[in-house]
């Protein structure tokens, strides 16, 4: 059975409103993005303190820059940080033979309650081992 044109269509029943769906994609888009920057930022973190401890220090450089600030207003105190980073400067034959040499002038200076100003010899001694460090450090 056709219906005629001339008749209109009786009124659709029954149609409900859309029902409304929960949409939590774009929070778990920016929770995502976050937690991600969050473990970056912590790989990064722990990268640069594992450089941090795990760098070489050239130790021989801050041994030198010891002898370099020598105060020979104190003689007492500057014989002992010669003796100190001298022996730990002290690694190949000419520096060994230097040192030797050097060590029984600072003896004068340790070991004593007063002790008088350094002679020149001493320093002399002191500065030919500083610039043979510095040569070869």
Not at 69 to 98: F, S
Request: glycine content about 2%; aromatic content about 10%.
């Amino acid at each position: 059975m056709k219906p005629d044109m001339n008749q209109t269509l009786p009124p659709i029943k029954d149609i409900k409103p859309m029902a409304e769906i929960p949409d939590h994609s774009l929070w778990l888009y920016w929770g995502v993005v976050i937690l991600g920057i969050a473990i970056l930022a912590l790989a990064l973190f722990f990268l640069v303190r594992w450089i941090l401890a795990h760098r070489h220090v050239n130790r021989a450089k801050e041994y030198l820059e010891a002898l370099h600030r020598v105060d020979w207003h104190d003689p007492k105190r500057a014989a002992y940080t010669i003796t100190k980073y001298g022996r730990l400067l002290a690694t190949d034959d000419r520096r060994k033979e230097l040192f030797s040499q050097l060590l029984p002038l600072l003896e004068r200076y340790k070991y004593r309650k007063e002790v008088g100003p350094v002679d020149e010899e001493t320093r002399r001694r002191f500065e030919l081992y500083r610039q043979v460090c510095d040569e070869s450090v």
